[in-house]
C-alpha cells in the first residue's frame, strides 16, 4: 500500500494570501499524483493531474509541483472560492488518497 | 455534457450485500475508451477508492476491498455497478461514481467527472 500524508490538516488563511499544501508519499510515486478540491455536501472537482497538468477550466492560481515522494499544491492568491478541502490522490499503483487539508478563514 | 448519477439503496443492514448503480449520460461507455470507477467517503472522512472497470469487463480492485467487490457493467443501458457484500457500520458512505482520466497507465488513475454521491448508511 502507497500511504498518502497531507500537511497542514487545517490552514488559515485569508483572501490574496498564498497558500501552500504539501502531499508526501511513502514511496516514489514519479508524478503519478493529482489534487481535488471539495466543498462541503459536494463531490470532488480535479484541479491537477500527473503533479502539474491544469485540469482545463481550473483557474490557473492553482499550480502542482513535485516528483517522487513530495508534492506542492500552491494557490497563488486564495479567493473566496477557494475555501474548501484539498485530497491528494496517488495513482501510480492502484489509487489511495491523503487525508485532507481544510483551508478555512 | 457527461454527467454520472448514482442509484440505489440509502440503507443496508449490516453482512449483507450494498448494491448501486451509475447512469452514464452524455457519451457512451463502450466507445469512450475510459475506465469507470468508484469512490466512497466515510462522513467527515477522506476518499477511498473502491474499484474501476472498462466496457469490456477488464477491472480493478482496491486490494483491501478485493475479496467483496465486484463491478459490472451494462453498456445496453450505459451503466455500470457496484456491489459489496458483507457490510459493516464502519463503510457507511457517501458512494461516488466517476469517470477514470485519460492520462494514465496502468492499474491506477486520477478522477475527471464525478457523480454527485449517493448516501448509504449500514444499520439494523
Known amino acids: 500500500d502507497i500511504q498518502m500524508t497531507q500537511s497542514p490538516s487545517t490552514l488559515s488563511a485569508s483572501v490574496g494570501d498564498r497558500v501552500t499544501i504539501t502531499c508526501r508519499a511513502s514511496?516514489?510515486?514519479?508524478?503519478?499524483l493529482a489534487w481535488y478540491q471539495q466543498k462541503p455536501g459536494k463531490a470532488p472537482k480535479l484541479l491537477i493531474y500527473r503533479a502539474s497538468s491544469l485540469e482545463s477550466g481550473v483557474p490557473s492560481r492553482f499550480s502542482g509541483s513535485g516528483s517522487g515522494t513530495e508534492f506542492t499544491l500552491t494557490i497563488s492568491s486564495l479567493q473566496p472560492d477557494d475555501f474548501a478541502t484539498y485530497y491528494c490522490?496517488?495513482?501510480?499503483?492502484?489509487?489511495?488518497f491523503g487525508q485532507g487539508t481544510k483551508v478555512e478563514i | 455534457q457527461l454527467q454520472l448519477q448514482e442509484s440505489g439503496p440509502g440503507l443496508v443492514k449490516p453482512s449483507e450485500t450494498l448494491s448501486l448503480t451509475c447512469t452514464v449520460s452524455g457519451a457512451s461507455i463502450s466507445s469512450s475508451g475510459y475506465y469507470w470507477g468508484w469512490i466512497r467517503q466515510p462522513p467527515g472522512k477522506g476518499l477511498e477508492w473502491i474499484g474501476s472497470?472498462?466496457?469490456?469487463?477488464?477491472?480493478y480492485y482496491n486490494p483491501s476491498l478485493k475479496s467483496r467487490v465486484t463491478i459490472s457493467v451494462d453498456t445496453s443501458k450505459n451503466q455500470f455497478s457496484l456491489t459489496l457484500s458483507s457490510v459493516t457500520a464502519t463503510e457507511t458512505a457517501v458512494y461516488y461514481c466517476?469517470?477514470?482520466?485519460?492520462?494514465?497507465?496502468?492499474?491506477?488513475?486520477?478522477?475527471?467527472?464525478w457523480g454527485q454521491g449517493t448516501l448509504v448508511t449500514v444499520s439494523s
Open positions: 490522490q496517488q495513482y501510480n499503483s492502484y489509487s489511495s
Open positions: 466517476a469517470r477514470r482520466g485519460g492520462y494514465c497507465v496502468g492499474n491506477g488513475c486520477y478522477f475527471d467527472y
Open positions: 472497470i472498462y466496457y469490456s469487463g477488464s477491472t
Open positions: 514511496q516514489s510515486i514519479n508524478t503519478w
